[in-house]
Every structure is written in C-alpha cells, then in structure tokens.
C-alpha cells in the first residue's frame, strides 16, 4: 500500500469520463484511489466501482471505496474509507476481513482514545487541512499546526494522510507537519491533465519525503 499520492473522486472537467481520469493519476503516479461518488445510488456505485477496479488493477493501484461497506463487499479487493459518523472502522474490518485497506477520517482529537477503531484502520486521514470548495459541509479545518499535533498523537506505525485545499503549491508543507501522503480532489480531477497533475504532485511529495 503507497499512501504518498492518494485520490479521491471527484468532478471532472465537461467531456471527460471519470475512470479515464482515474486511470490517468493512476498511471501518473496516484497508487491509491478512492471512489467517492455523492448522490449516485447503492447500484451505480457498485456498478462504477467494480468498473474502476478493473481499470485499476493492472496498474496495481490500491482501491478504496467512501463510505460503502456493500460496494466493498460487492468488488473483490476493494478497500473502505469512513469518517467518525459512518460504519465504525472495526466494524468494517469484521465485514471484509484482515486484508481490505480501511481508512478513517480524523475530525476530532478526542476520536484517537477509541483504541478499536485505530486497530482496525490502515490509515488515519486529517479532514480537513484546509478548507476546501470541494467539500464545504467539512468539520473545523485542522491546519498545518493540527496536523503536527495529530502526527505527534498518532502511533507512529500508523501512517497520517491529509485531506483537504492541497495542491502542488502546499502539499510539501503538509508532508514537512507530518503527514506521509496527501489526498487530493480537485487537484488531479479538475486538472486539464491528470497524468501530468498526478506526476507533479508526486515530485513535489517525493521530494519532501526524502527531506524528512
Ligand atoms: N473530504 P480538494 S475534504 C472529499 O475533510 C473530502 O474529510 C474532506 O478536495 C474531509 O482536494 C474533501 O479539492 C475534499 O480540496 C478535498
């Protein structure tokens, strides 16, 4: 699992088809994706995830699904993403066994005394850094200075992402406060080129990796 460029789902540009663009930061560089579809039904996001993850596997990138434990269950090696109001992550592990990735979102310091849940997780994702047009419903953005709080409170083996306003321009920032890979939305999806989007970024989260 390679948590340094991580992709969430999100709008694409007009004229563009959104497995091509995962497809595209996939090759670019984004060996983790997420498929977070809002306002699409139980069946279509079935349907569009197992599409996804035949598209992605010979890329060998790692596919998570948001919030779906059924679209997971239903796509053999899918992963699952949850947030402090979803399906608890230890729940999630019960349901997909002990090789699935399963994400949690930080939203709350207090959620890390919950020791089953941080068991249960892969990776713990600090939501949001920053606030974000692409999700505006967010809770209290965290800042560069939460997220050193939050790597300093986190068990060291337990790898931090960070969600939320980064993009080429700050992602090194976000990796120089502790995080050791950064999810991004409209960054790769909203970009004329997610292939070159997905190279970027990952230069720019490689190189402060090395630094550390
Ligand atoms: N989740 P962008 S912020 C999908 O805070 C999502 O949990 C968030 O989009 C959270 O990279 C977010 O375009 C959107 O800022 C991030």
Redesign the pocket.
């Known amino acids: 699992m390679d948590l340094r460029l991580y992709l ?1 789902s ?1 709008d694409v540009p007009l004229g563009s088809d959104l497995i091509d663009v995962l497809e595209q930061a996939a090759l670019g560089g984004a060996a983790t994706i997420q498929l ?1 579809l809002k306002g699409a039904s139980p069946a279509e996001r079935v349907r569009r995830a197992a599409e996804a993850a035949e598209r992605l596997a010979p890329i060998g990138t790692t596919f998570v699904v948001n919030d779906d434990i059924d679209a997971a269950l239903a796509v053999e090696g899918a992963g699952l993403h949850v ?1 402090p109001d979803d399906l608890h992550p230890a729940a999630a592990r019960e349901a997909l066994g002990p090789d699935r990735v399963i994400g949690w ?1 930080l939203h709350d310091l207090a959620q890390l005394d919950d020791a089953e849940a941080l068991a249960a997780s892969d990776y713990l ?1 600090v ?2 850094v920053w606030p ?4 505006p419903d ?2 209290a953005p965290w800042g560069l200075d939460g997220v050193r709080r939050l790597r300093d409170a986190v068990p060291p083996e337990v790898p931090l992402l960070a ?5 080429a321009t700050n992602a090194a920032s976000v990796i120089d406060a502790g995080a050791d890979g950064i ?5 790769i999806c ?1 970009a004329p080129d997610p292939y070159g989007a997905a190279i970027g970024l990952r230069r720019v989260v490689d190189a402060a990796l090395d630094e550390r």
């Open positions: 969430v999100g977070r947030g979102s994702a939501s949001p974000t047009p692409t999700k967010t809770t969600i939320g306003g980064i993009d999810c991004v939305v409209s960054a909203a």
